[in-house]
């Protein structure tokens, strides 16, 4: 099923527009200095809720992507696609300095070759599809149905990770729930040292400020 399944979207459910969407989708290079100006500015400028969202996303992926996900990588060892089968159509941009310039340059698209001999893989998890349910969780957390938009681009990436060739559809599944796992409790856990600290350390600042999500919304 898993093979079925990632030869549809790879090789069957394919067309250029869809080459160029999803590769600039899945390029962190591309999307890492819009990401970071965001962060600044949200932290710069954004009120407690908003500064409290961008603190609990990045400490949440901190634990997640340094630590979770390359350990399980390395403990898995399970081989990406186009290192454990021939022909599975490689998508991506070109290598561009700012990479941001590569996505009106033509998609690279390519074959696989067989395998040969012993592959280290680094295919599960999905280090994209969990930063950014963690990401979609958090801001649903934070800020409700806005905040739900961001399921949109999440599910994009999320989707171009297999369409790319890059991971097997049941590697950005669990990545997906795991994600979201890991973004209920680790943010439940911040909130509650918040409540549990804040009292003691900074009682004005915590009075105007019982919780980390903010008002309550009715």
Known sequence: ???????????????????????????????????LLAALVLLWRGNFQVRSFVVVTLLTIACTDGVFTQFMKKLVNRPRPNQALAEVREVSLEKTKPAILAVWQPVQVSLSKPPEGPVTGRSFPSGHAMNNSIIATLAILFFGRLGALYVIPAAIVAYSRIYCGSHWPSDVLVSLILGIGFSLILASTFNLLYERLAPKWFPDFYHRHRSLFGAPRS
Do not use: C, G
């Not at 099923?1 to 962190?28: C, G, H, Q, V, Y």
């Open 1 to 35: 099923m898993d093979k079925t399944l990632l030869l549809f979207i790879n090789r069957e459910w394919t067309n250029p527009f869809l080459d160029r969407l999803m590769a600039s989708f899945t390029s962190f290079a591309v999307w890492m200095p819009f990401l």
